[in-house]
């Protein structure tokens, strides 16, 4: 039987959920040139307390935003609006219902 613990790191990106998406991207980026697995950043929120966890798409999300595809189809424009989110911070883009489980939990 594996146990979430057998599957754990103690190893691991971590933001506070005040950093801006550009903040965050920047880390990504960085991770990504040092070969560091950023597959996922975790969140630490005020109280140092686990917010979540910010992936490449959700962060790729994030940069997006409200963007339609209606609108105007110019890069000029869509670079506009993902340079308008760059200032949002990261909490904006953490999933309400982050499955989380304990050390001891069971799959098998």
Not at 33 to 61: C, H, M, N, R, W
Not at 65 to 72: A, I, T
Request: aromatic share 4%.
């Amino acid at each position: 039987m594996t146990r979430a613990r057998d599957l754990m790191t103690k190893r691991f990106l971590r933001i506070s959920a005040e950093n801006t998406l550009r903040e965050t991207l920047g880390i990504l980026l960085h991770g990504e040139q040092k070969k560091y697995d950023t597959g996922a950043i975790v969140i630490i929120d005020q109280e140092g307390e686990f917010a979540g966890i910010a992936t490449p798409s959700q962060l790729a999300i994030g940069l997006v935003g409200k963007w339609e595809s209606n609108d105007e189809p110019s890069k000029s424009a869509f670079t506009a609006h993902a340079e308008t989110n760059l200032s949002e911070t990261v909490d904006t883009i953490l999933n309400p219902n982050q499955p989380i489980a304990s050390p001891l939990d069971a799959h098998g």
